[in-house]
């Protein structure tokens, strides 16, 4: 698979999903983890905070 699912999965766990591919953006969802911190090139990164409130609410915070 080249890395195709593995890379689906982690961008998934994050709650990250790219519904056009055309297109560079991305569609936040509820990701499956508490807490993540991406490194990125250029010496930034991408914080994750998920906080589940309730069935219908939840917070996610992403800072790039």
């Known amino acids: 698979?080249?890395?195709e699912m593995a890379s689906w999965y982690v961008m998934s766990a994050l709650g990250l999903f790219q519904l056009n591919f055309a297109a560079d953006e991305l569609v936040?969802?509820?990701p499956s983890v508490a807490h993540a911190r991406?490194?990125?090139p250029g010496g930034r990164e991408l914080l994750v905070l998920y906080?589940?409130?309730s069935r219908?609410?939840?917070?996610?915070?992403?800072?790039n």
Request: hydrophobic residues 60%.
């Open 38 to 40: 991406v490194a990125l």
């Open 1 to 3: 698979d080249n890395g």
């Open 51 to 53: 906080s589940f409130i």
């Open 56 to 63: 219908e609410a939840f917070l996610v915070i992403i800072r």
């Open 28 to 30: 936040v969802g509820s």
